[in-house]
């Protein structure tokens, strides 16, 4: 996370997120992460769907259900949103 806003360490700092995923699936934070950096290199589809696992993965965390909303309103997937949060 400290990473991330340095530009000339974002690749080292994905790295690290996929294997953080890779190593603790269960922990929306990593997923919520890789999404915001995705979102900021323009991989919006990729972006979604990664808040959308973290939303899921930790359904009390509003900040993880909002970014996942706002990430599905840009990319016009609000029914499948809805649909998600009405489950």
């Given at each position: 996370q400290m990473r991330l806003p340095d530009p000339r360490r974002q690749a080292e700092?994905?790295?690290l997120l996929r294997?953080?995923?890779r190593l603790r699936p269960?922990?929306?934070a990593g997923y919520f992460?890789?999404?915001s950096q995705a979102w900021e290199h323009g991989r919006f589809a990729e972006a979604t769907?990664?808040?959308r696992f973290a939303?899921?993965?930790d359904?009390?965390?509003e900040q993880f259900a909002d970014a996942y909303?706002?990430?599905a309103r840009a990319t016009d997937a609000v029914p499948e949103a809805l649909r998600l949060f009405q489950q």
């Open positions: 700092a994905e790295r294997r953080s995923v269960q922990a929306a992460l890789l999404a769907e990664l808040y939303s899921c993965l359904d009390r965390e909303f706002r990430a």
